[in-house]
């Protein structure tokens, strides 16, 4: 939260509490490898490639312009949601530039 903000995220896009929005083109994947095991997750297309500035001026990735983002139930009330910079949908966290957890709104 003290990097994003408060962040929406749905089938089309993710939106972060100063207003800056990544687009997605298409969902590429309903599953995902985390650490070592496959979980039902969502892998997203960004429409138009971006490193948006966010919260105290932190950028999302920090490392180029994010390419795909992937979200998965990381327990029973937390989000994971990862942001990628390659070029060809990921398979695993383990190519993700940042991962970002958070609680579920009750």
């Known amino acids: ?3 994003t903000g408060d962040v929406w995220l749905d089938d089309f896009s993710i939106k972060f509490e ?3 929005v990544l687009e997605f ?4 994947a309903d599953h995902f ?3 070592g ?3 039902p997750a969502s892998v997203y297309r960004v429409k138009e490639p971006a490193d948006p500035e966010l919260q105290n001026g932190n950028q999302l990735c920090g490392s180029g312009d994010v390419t795909f983002v992937a979200s998965w139930a ?3 009330e937390t989000t994971a949601i990862a ?3 390659s070029r060809r949908a990921p398979r695993s966290s383990a190519e993700m530039c940042a991962l970002y957890t958070y609680e ?3």
């Open 37 to 39: 095991q496959t979980v």
């Open 74 to 76: 990381g327990g029973s």
């Open 104 to 106: 579920d709104p009750k």
């Open 18 to 20: 100063n207003g800056e």
């Open 1 to 3: 939260m003290s990097i």
């Open 83 to 85: 942001v990628f910079t």
């Open 25 to 28: 083109s298409d969902l590429v």
């Open 33 to 35: 490898n985390v650490d």
